[in-house]
C-alpha cells in the first residue's frame, strides 16, 4: 500500500499502568475514524493490561538505561525525565523512518511534560495533539510548546472513564485523525522568508514587504508576535526552514525582560543567528510591554503611557533607562549571530501607537533608545539608520533594497517565481 494509500500512523503515548482504560479508548477511537493507533507505554510503575507496540523496556532502553535503574532513582521527576528522553528517540526515529503522521499523548502535568518534549521533536505539519489536565495554563513554558502544538483540557479525567471525559477524549482522537487525513504539510518550490509583525495596526511594513517578496519569487510567512507567535518563529527558524528573515517585531525582547507572561521564552532572536540564517532587523515595538488588559497594571508601570488594544492585551511603555538596557541586550544577540546580520534603526518611531498624537507619544525617550541603540549595534552587523518611521513606505522599500542586494551577493537563495 502507498504512502498516500494507507491509514494514517497515530502515536499514542501514555502511561498504561495507570490510564489504561481511557488510552485504550482513543486507540478505538482513533481506529474507527479511520487511523491506526501505534501505541507507546511510558509507564514506570508496572507493564499496561496490554501489549503496547513500544513498551517502557523499549523506551528506558532507548534512553539508555533499564527500567530497573529508573525505579531505583526514587524519584518521580527524574524517572519521567528518563522515559522522556527515551520517548523523544523512539519518536524521533519512527518519523524519519516515515512511520509517523501524527501524535496525541494523554497526561497530567507529569505526563504534559513529557509530552511536551515529544511533540517538540516532530516537524511542523505533523499533527500534534495533548489532552492534559494543565492545557492552556501558565505552567507551561513558551518555548517548550511546539509551534502547531493543540491542547485539549482533560476534564473530568482522573482515575478512570466517565461521560465527560469520553466527551474530551473522543474529540482529541478524532480532531488528530481528521488533522493527519487532511494536512498539507510545509514546503514547495518557493524560498520561504520569516516576518514578525505585531497585527497590522501597530505595526504595518508587511504589506509592502510581503507581495514585494513574492513578486520576486518567495513565500512569506508573517507571525504575529505576542507571545505564542514568536516562539513558533524561533521553532521554525531553529529548523532552518527560512531562506532569510525579517524580524521587525523584536518586542517579546522587551516582554521577557520585563516579566510579562506575553513571551516566546529568553531565546528570542537568537535561533535564526544560531541556525545561520541571514537576518534583517528593526527595533519594531521594543519600546512596550505587553501584559493581559483584563489584570490591574502592575505598580512598577504606575504613571507610565497606557494602551489597551482589546478586552485581552495592553501595553505599557517602558522608562528612557530600560529602553537603553534593551539596546545592549538585543545588540548583545546579534552580535552572537552566525550568518550576515543588517540593523535598521527608523529614526522617526518604531510601532504606530508612538507617532504624535497617539497613547504611547514619547519622543525624550525614543530619542534615549536611539541614542543606545546606535552605540550598542556590535560590528559585526551592518547598521543603516532610515529617516522614516518603521511604518512608512520608505523603511519597508530600504529593507527590500538590502534583501535584493544579499540575493545578488548569493547571500539569500534566489526566489523562484511562477
Known amino acids: 500500500m502507498s504512502a498516500s494509500a494507507r491509514l494514517p500512523r497515530i502515536v499514542v503515548i501514555g502511561t498504561g499502568d495507570t490510564k489504561s482504560e481511557e488510552l485504550l479508548f482513543m486507540a478505538d477511537v482513533i481506529g474507527k475514524a479511520g487511523g491506526m493507533p501505534v501505541m507507546i507505554d511510558v509507564s514506570i510503575l508496572g507493564d499496561p493490561p496490554y501489549v503496547p507496540d513500544r513498551s517502557r523496556h523499549d523506551i528506558a532502553a532507548a534512553a539508555g538505561t533499564t527500567i530497573t535503574a529508573i525505579l531505583d532513582s526514587g524519584d518521580e521527576n527524574s524517572a519521567m525525565a528518563s522515559m522522556s528522553k527515551g520517548a523523544v528517540e523512539i519518536v524521533r526515529g519512527l518519523c524519519d523512518a516515515g512511520e509517523v503522521d501524527g501524535m496525541i499523548a494523554l497526561g497530567g502535568s507529569l505526563g504534559t511534560d513529557l509530552a511536551l518534549d515529544v511533540a517538540a521533536v516532530l516537524p511542523l505539519g505533523v499533527p500534534k495533539f495533548i489532552v492534559?489536565?494543565?492545557?492552556?495554563?501558565?505552567?507551561?513554558?513558551?518555548?517548550?510548546?511546539?509551534?502547531?502544538?493543540?491542547?485539549?483540557?482533560?476534564?473530568?479525567?482522573?482515575?478512570?472513564?466517565?461521560?465527560?471525559?469520553?466527551?474530551?477524549?473522543?474529540?482529541?482522537?478524532?480532531?488528530?485523525?481528521?488533522a493527519a487525513k487532511a494536512v498539507e504539510k510545509p514546503g514547495g518550490a518557493r524560498p520561504l522568508i520569516g516576518m514578525t509583525s505585531l497585527g497590522s495596526s501597530c505595526l504595518k511594513?508587511?504589506?509592502?514587504?510581503?507581495?514585494?517578496?513574492?513578486?520576486?519569487?518567495?513565500?512569506?510567512?508573517?507571525?504575529?508576535?505576542?507571545?505564542?507567535?514568536?516562539?513558533?518563529?524561533?521553532?521554525?527558524?531553529?529548523?532552518?526552514?527560512?531562506?532569510?528573515?525579517?524580524?521587525?517585531?523584536?518586542?517579546?525582547?522587551?516582554?521577557?525582560?520585563?516579566?510579562?507572561?506575553?513571551?516566546?521564552?529568553?531565546?528570542?532572536?537568537?535561533?535564526?543567528?544560531?541556525a545561520g540564517i541571514p537576518q534583517i532587523v528593526a527595533p519594531g515595538a521594543v519600546d512596550m510591554v505587553d501584559m493581559p488588559a483584563w489584570q490591574e497594571t502592575p505598580a512598577r508601570f504606575e504613571g507610565r503611557p497606557y494602551h489597551a488594544h482589546n478586552r485581552l492585551i495592553a501595553s505599557v511603555t517602558v522608562s528612557p533607562q530600560q529602553r537603553r538596557e534593551v539596546a545592549h541586550i538585543v545588540a548583545a544577540k546579534l552580535k552572537s549571530a552566525t550568518a550576515p546580520v543588517a540593523f535598521l534603526l527608523p529614526v522617526q518611531g518604531i510601532q504606530e501607537w508612538d507617532r504624535q498624537g497617539e497613547p504611547l507619544h514619547e519622543p525624550a525617550a525614543l530619542?534615549?533608545?536611539?541614542?543606545?541603540?546606535?552605540?550598542?549595534?556590535?560590528?559585526?552587523?551592518?547598521?543603516?539608520?532610515?529617516?522614516?518611521?518603521?511604518?512608512?513606505p520608505e523603511f519597508a522599500l530600504r529593507a527590500m533594497e538590502v534583501f535584493d542586494r544579499w540575493v545578488a551577493e548569493g547571500i539569500v537563495e534566489k526566489g523562484r517565481p511562477a
Open 132 to 178: 492534559s489536565t494543565i492545557a492552556y495554563s501558565h505552567l507551561l513554558p513558551p518555548e517548550r510548546i511546539a509551534p502547531d502544538l493543540m491542547m485539549i483540557l482533560w476534564a473530568g479525567g482522573l482515575y478512570g472513564l466517565n461521560p465527560i471525559c469520553r466527551a474530551v477524549l473522543s474529540q482529541a482522537a478524532g480532531a488528530v485523525v481528521g
Open 367 to 392: 530619542d534615549a533608545f536611539l541614542e543606545e541603540m546606535r552605540k550598542a549595534v556590535p560590528s559585526s552587523a551592518a547598521f543603516e539608520e532610515v529617516d522614516a518611521h518603521i511604518n512608512a
Open 205 to 274: 511594513y508587511m504589506k509592502v514587504l510581503k507581495p514585494e517578496l513574492e513578486k520576486r519569487g518567495y513565500d512569506v510567512a508573517v507571525f504575529h508576535a505576542t507571545g505564542m507567535g514568536g516562539r513558533a518563529y524561533e521553532a521554525v527558524a531553529a529548523r532552518r526552514e527560512f531562506a532569510a528573515v525579517f524580524d521587525f517585531c523584536i518586542q517579546e525582547v522587551t516582554n521577557a525582560e520585563n516579566g510579562s507572561v506575553v513571551t516566546s521564552g529568553p531565546d528570542r532572536l537568537e535561533n535564526a543567528g544560531r
